[in-house]
Every structure is written in C-alpha cells, then in structure tokens.
Nanobody, 125 residues
C-alpha cells in the first residue's frame, strides 16, 4: 500500500522560502500511472490545490502559485519537494501531498486521492 509522508519546518518567517518534502513508500513516483500533488488547507480557503507533478517530474502549478513555486524530486529516495518563496501569513495552512490517478482531477476535493497526514506550516515573525 502506498504511503505518503510530509516533512518540513513548522514555522517560517514572512518573505522566506518554504520547503516541504513528500516521501513516498510502497510505490514509485516515476510510474506513469499517477500524478503527485501538493494541496493545502486553511480555515479561510478550505482545500486548495497548489500544483502537481507527473511521472517525469514536470510540474503543473496553479496560476496563483506559478510565480513563486517550484518542484524537484529525488527518485533514488522516492521523494519530491515543494519550494514556495515569498511566503506571507496568508500561506499559513496544513500542507498535504497526495497521489492521484492520471485520469483524475482535484474536482471534488481529491476524494479519490491517497493522502499524506499533512503538516502544519505557520508563517509568522
């Protein structure tokens, strides 16, 4: 069974860069059958898709995140990492990584996705 686990700092200062890593076990991030997502949840906005990565490592960010997000991966460790620059307090949220089938979308809140537990990120000085 595939499992995903997020890791990264719990507290980030405004204007700094947030780096979050998703470690996958029980499945390969290079398989062509899946997409790998970063999602966040906050009380004000609910679930919000940040972007996803395909099996080749290509990143597809949502427009509102395109200018300040990037993704990388380490296939030897079966990990992919989100970097979000210029964070503000509005970026405070629980951040999740999740796996979805290639034919699925985030419509419906990713109900068919396999989710990590999530990690709280607070942006504050």
């Amino acid at each position: 069974q595939v499992q995903l686990q997020e890791s990264g700092p719990g507290l980030v200062k405004p204007s700094q860069t947030l780096s979050l890593t998703c470690t996958v076990s029980g499945g390969s991030i290079t398989t062509e059958h899946y997409q790998w997502n970063w999602i966040r949840q906050s009380p004000g906005k609910g679930l919000e898709l940040i972007g996803n990565m395909d099996y080749s490592g290509r990143f597809y960010p949502m427009p509102s995140f395109k200018s300040r997000t990037a993704i990388s991966r380490d296939t030897s460790k079966n990990q992919f990492t989100l970097q979000m620059s210029s964070v503000t307090p509005e970026d405070t949220a629980v951040y999740y990584c999740a796996r979805g089938g290639v034919g699925t979308t985030f419509r419906g809140g990713g109900a068919s996705f396999c989710w990590g537990q999530g990690t709280q990120v607070t942006v504050s000085s």
